[in-house]
Every structure is written in C-alpha cells, then in structure tokens.
Nanobody, 120 residues
Framework: QVQLVESGGGLVQPGGSLRLSCAAS????????MGWYRQAPGKQRELVATITSGGYTNYADSVKGRFTISRDNAKNTVYLQMNSLKPEDTAVYLCNADLILATGQRSIYWGQGTQVTVSS
C-alpha cells in the first residue's frame, strides 16, 4: 500500500560524501515528518535527522554541521547529504515517514535500509 525506497548508500573513504534519497509512494494523503535513522551492528537504532513538512529540522549532535536533511514535498522524497564522513558513521541507514493515508489513517512507515560504509 505504501512503500519507502531508499537509495544512495555505498562505500566511501573517510572525509568523503554521500547523498541518500528516500521516496514514498502509494495511497498517501499527506506526509508530516520524514526522517533518517541508522543502526550499526550490535547497537541500537538511533535518530540521525528529521524534517517536518514545513522544513523544520532536527539533528543528532554527532552529525550536526556535517549532514543536511532536506525534502521535496511534491515528490514525497527526503534526502540526506552526508559530508566529512567518519568510520563511526558506518551503519544501515533507514528512512521513516509519519504520514496520513488516503483512508485518513495516520501511520509510520519505514524503508528497508541502505548500507553506508566509511572505510579506507
């Protein structure tokens, strides 16, 4: 019914950059907040950044000044520009969306995740 599809992950050297994308599709009436989370092996899932429909952003302290979240409301897509990447940024990055379905039901959906590996 609703799908969130991430893309843009990969292997990058320390100091490098990557841009992640997440597109939501399906029977969507409106999307409130969208966000990026990450989960490294053996660690809990943690928030990376979120953005509201009005463009208000929130970042984890560990990525402030290096990552930028943005969204294209017309395309139901959220982006994460990651610069100055560090080995500790290595994780599976997951997109999430707080949305209202065409039925009027509010729900939170998650993407399948995309691997980001920062290594020399």
């Amino acid at each position: 019914q609703v799908q969130l599809v991430e893309s843009g992950g990969g292997l990058v050297q320390p100091g490098g950059s990557l841009r992640l994308s997440c597109a939501a599709s399906g029977s969507i009436f409106a999307i409130s907040a969208m966000g990026w989370y990450r989960q490294a092996p053996g660690k809990q899932r943690e928030l990376v950044a979120t953005i509201t429909s009005g463009g208000y952003t929130n970042y984890a302290d560990s990525v402030k000044g290096r990552f930028t979240i943005s969204r294209d409301n017309a395309k139901n897509t959220v982006y994460l520009q990651m610069n100055s990447l560090k080995p500790e940024d290595t994780a599976v990055y997951l997109c999430n969306a707080d949305l209202i379905l065409a039925t009027g039901q509010r729900s939170i959906y998650w993407g399948q995740g995309t691997q980001v590996t920062v290594s020399s």
